[in-house]
């Protein structure tokens, strides 16, 4: 017993439920394709727009090559170069490998997990535009030569205002958060939607590979991000308002810059590898035509990987000159990431081995991804010691590891990963004819021009140079690294002629036919706007195994929900671990306002970027009331207890379920807050600790009026907000809305204290304590109005009839808020307050 309906239905009767699901999940066409919000159209969007920056990056680094190819080269001034280096870097790593990985997160997961959309897919149209306009901005200031020009790095003291007097680096700093905002709404969306929103029945130990993959580094985002948006808001401030923060003539340290920097840059390279290398476990047991073998070592693999990494950020590092003891530390610590990474390789070469390859196009570029990688990884062992680091930094020795690294270990399962999933989007199978030429002359041109790389490397020619002499003996290998780029360069042209051919020429194909075993071959191909008819029960971590008719009678609507109710969008919710039905999601539909959302968040960075203050407050508030005015209609008005779901099961909708996606959101948006804040105490201890011109001239006076009513605030919102959760207080509407209205007011009381100690404090422009002092108080107090904006909401939710005892949400996550912010908040005076005494009985 399945726990699936086998019962033949009349094919009528599964046409009519084609067509109503269509009609309330369906986009129509025209300008209201602007409003999709569905995962089929957004993560599309975001694998085309990341090809583009694809192509403009490879532009950008033919250029590169054109300048380099002849020594004493005329072609670009040095000016120009910086630009031209420093966005392609940026726009590989921003614009293209970390959308590129969402876009097939969001266009896959669903399918993958057998729902039928992600858990907030306003996020995701939210998160597409974001990416889009701040991407644009970019690459709007290289047209027009204001590109940034500090490298993808951007090292202070070379970006501070003194150096880089113009805006190039702000256009950088503004743009690269911008894009920021949408990777953390994709990690918050992607995890919850692994989490929650799996078909019933699939145990977290059934999940495919992939979607163990992309939650490990969508993790990885929550946690690598935060310090990058950081230090961006920091030398954003520096620049704009003289904070000092990496100044080292009052009291800040340029250093301080590159641990932010790395703190995120290397998890970085894994967050780009890691979905790359769950898309190879995914496809290479499809064409090993056998199970992976080490299902198990594989996700204890990736999970030791994820931790791994963040305890190497310093090994970017060893030239700066720090302790010896964390040389030896830092050098071990990355050669030990070898361990988990051959762990995946045998797990993948035993797969091969045991089953019966079968050498299809995507397969030929998994082996391009094999012979690349394992170079790539091999060089990075030998920078990991210490000894040769010092010899090859900052020569093109590095500069060819970390193309192997990046281009094999991303680009090359991208290509794969696009010839194996272009059925699914098609309907039509890829041929050999010209993708094979394409894969060779990709391989051939790719070895040619990174292997020489090595060479001039160690002839110690250093990164970053405009031009060379001749008598430098780097003639020769540049011309041919040079010829190489163009080679590859025309196999890249080739594959993109293939690839648009194929949507027209392509042989028409029907459902898996490479014979896969995942669950995203079961929807028609193309898929429709709702993914499945019906959604399928889980017993193994290959569905197709025991059920190859599984997507027709899925599609004869034999599995749950195989109906429309309310016309609401509904999907199912599961137990995080186990699988079980927990709950019926009812997902938004489309809508212009994540479009006008993040136009608003556009106006802001823009207002910014030219120092139009004002402006940028308007925007802001017009981005929090955009984003108020997602949930009106979501949630119901009254109770409605448990709902048939079909096959004789029954479950609560989400806004009455004890953990609905939007607590797991929460939850996850507070590990990324406080993850920025504890890089910003970091800070503050690495200044004082290490620092030129510490201890400060002059410390901030203690407040006693403010350090009160600070505290008394938070703690009068935090009791208030929690008190109205309570079913007692919950139950009546006149005394939850006295809660939340008291909730308000304590916010406003937290928020007048932190003005209030503020008042108080050293000119903040004088002395990086006094900056960072600053930073931590206005952190709590934007916390503080936050938090005024949630119990606000509640209020409005509480009058408009959306809250019950059954219904307590919004609610819910107010308090939540309401607790964290009071934890930041005692922390912060904790810290501004007590720290000073600390160091000055400690030295
Ligand atoms: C498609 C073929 C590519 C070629 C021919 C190429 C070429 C180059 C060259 C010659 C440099 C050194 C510039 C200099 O030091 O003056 C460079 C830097 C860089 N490349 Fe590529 N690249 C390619 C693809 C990629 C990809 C796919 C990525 C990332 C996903 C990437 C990321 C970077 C980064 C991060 C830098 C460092 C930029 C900096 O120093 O600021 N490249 N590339
Ligand atoms: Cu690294």
Not at 463 to 472: D, H, K, L, M, V
Not at 619 to 636: E, N
């Amino acid at each position: 017993m399945d726990g699936i309906d086998h019962r033949p239905r009349p094919p009528i009767a599964a046409i009519r439920l084609h067509k109503q699901l269509e009609a309330v999940w369906g986009t129509p066409p025209g300008w209201a394709r602007l409003s999709a919000v569905n995962h089929n159209i957004v993560g599309r969007r975001f694998i085309l727009t990341a090809f583009v920056f694809f192509g403009i990056g490879g532009v950008l680094a033919m250029l590169i090559r054109a300048q380099l190819a002849t020594p004493r080269s005329a072609f670009l001034g040095p000016e120009v170069y910086n630009q031209i280096f420093t966005m392609h870097g940026t726009v590989m790593m921003f614009l293209f490998a970390i959308p590129m990985f969402e876009g097939f997160a969001i266009y896959l997961l669903p399918k993958l997990l057998g729902a039928r959309d992600m858990a907030f897919p306003r996020l995701g149209a939210y998160g597409y535009w974001c990416y889009l306009f701040g991407g644009s901005i970019l690459v709007i200031a290289l047209a027009i030569g204001l590109a940034p020009d500090g490298g993808w790095f951007m090292y202070t003291p070379l970006t501070s205002k003194t150096y880089s007097p113009g805006i190039n680096a702000d256009i950088w700093l503004i743009g690269v958060t911008f894009v920021e905002i949408s990777a953390i709404s994709a990690a918050i969306e992607i995890i919850a939607t692994i989490l929650k929103l799996r078909a019933p029945g699939m145990s977290i130990d059934k999940m495919p590979l992939l979607a163990w993959y992309l939650l490990v580094t969508a993790f990885m985002m929550l946690v690598g991000f935060p310090p990058l948006i950081l230090g961006s808001v920091l030398l954003e401030l520096e620049r704009a308002f003289g904070l000092p923060f990496f100044d080292p003539t009052r009291g800040g340290d340029a250093l301080l810059w590159q641990h932010l920097f790395w703190l995120f840059g290397h998890p970085e390279v894994y967050i780009i590898f890691l979905p790359a290398a769950g898309m190879v476990s995914t496809m290479l047991p499809t064409f090993a035509r056998r199970e992976i073998i080490g299902y198990g070592w594989i996700v204890v693999s990736v999970v030791a990987l994820a931790f791994l990494s963040f305890g190497l950020w310093v090994h970017h590092m060893f030239t700066v000159g720090i302790p010896h003891l964390a040389l030896a530390f830092f050098s071990s610590a990355s050669t030990a990431v070898a361990v988990p990474t051959a762990v995946q390789i045998f797990a993948w070469l035993g797969t091969l081995a045991a089953g019966r390859p079968q050498l299809k196009l995507p397969m030929l570029y998994l082996l391009g991804f094999f012979s690349v990688f394992v170079i790539g990884g091999l060089t990075g062992v030998m920078l990991a010691i210490v000894p040769f680091n010092w010899q090859a930094h900052d020569t093109h020795f590095v500069v060819a590891h970390l193309h192997y690294v990046l281009v094999g270990g991303f680009v090359f399962p991208i290509l794969a990963a696009t010839y194996y999933w272009l059925p699914h989007l098609t309907g039509r199978v890829p041929r050999h004819s010209l993708g094979a030429p394409a894969f060779w002359l990709i391989l051939i041109g790719f070895n040619l021009t990174f292997l020489v790389m090595h060479w001039t490397g160690l002839l110690g020619m250093p990164r970053r140079i405009a031009s060379y002499g001749a008598e430098t003996g780097w003639e020769w290998p540049n011309l041919l690294s040079s010829i190489g780029g163009f080679i590859m360069a025309i196999g890249f042209a080739l594959f993109t002629v293939d690839v648009l051919m194929h949507w027209r020429h392509g042989k028409r194909c029907n459902r898996n036919p490479w014979g896969a075993g995942t669950l995203e071959w079961a929807t028609a191909t193309p898929p429709p706007s709702y993914n499945f008819a019906s959604l399928p029960l889980v017993a193994s971590r290959l569905p197709f195994a025991e059920q190859p008719d599984l997507g027709a009678r899925l599609a004869a609507g034999a599995g749950y929900l195989g109906f429309v109710r309310d016309q609401a969008l509904e999907t199912l919710g599961v137990d995080a671990i186990s699988g079980r039905i927990e709950q019926i999601v009812r997902l938004p539909n489309r809508s212009f306002l994540p479009f006008v959302s993040a136009v608003a968040t556009g106006v802001f960075f823009l207002a910014v970027l030219f120092k139009l203050y004002l402006v940028a407050v308007g925007a802001l508030v017009g981005v929090i009331a955009t984003l108020l005015l997602w949930a009106p209609s979501s949630g119901g008005r009254c109770d409605r207890g448990p709902l048939p779901v079909g096959n004789g099961k029954t479950a609560v909708l989400h806004s009455e379920a004890a953990s609905p996606p939007a607590l797991w959101a929460l939850w996850l948006a507070l590990a990324a807050d406080a993850t920025a804040f504890a890089s910003l105490g970091f800070g503050l201890l690495f200044l004082w600790v290490v620092a030129p011109n510490w201890p400060p001239p002059e410390l901030l006076p203690w407040s006693p009026w403010g350090t009160a009513l600070t505290i008394a605030g938070f703690a009068v919102a935090l009791v208030a907000s929690y008190l109205a959760t309570t079913r007692r207080i919950l139950a009546r509407a006149n005394r939850r809305e006295a809660a939340l209205v008291f909730a308000g007011l304590g916010q406003i009381g937290g928020l007048v204290g932190c003005a209030v100690i503020i008042s108080a404090a050293p000119d903040p422009t004088r002395h990086a304590y006094a900056a960072v002092t600053l930073v931590m108080l206005l952190y709590a107090g934007l916390h503080a109005a936050v938090g005024l904006v949630f119990s606000g909401f509640g209020l409005w939710r509480s009058r408009a009839g959306f809250i019950s005892p059954a219904r307590s949400l919004d609610l819910r996550l107010g308090a939540i808020w309401a607790g964290f912010t009071a934890a930041i908040a005692v922390t912060v005076v904790l810290t501004v307050f007590g720290l000073p005494l600390l160091m000055r009985t400690t030295s």
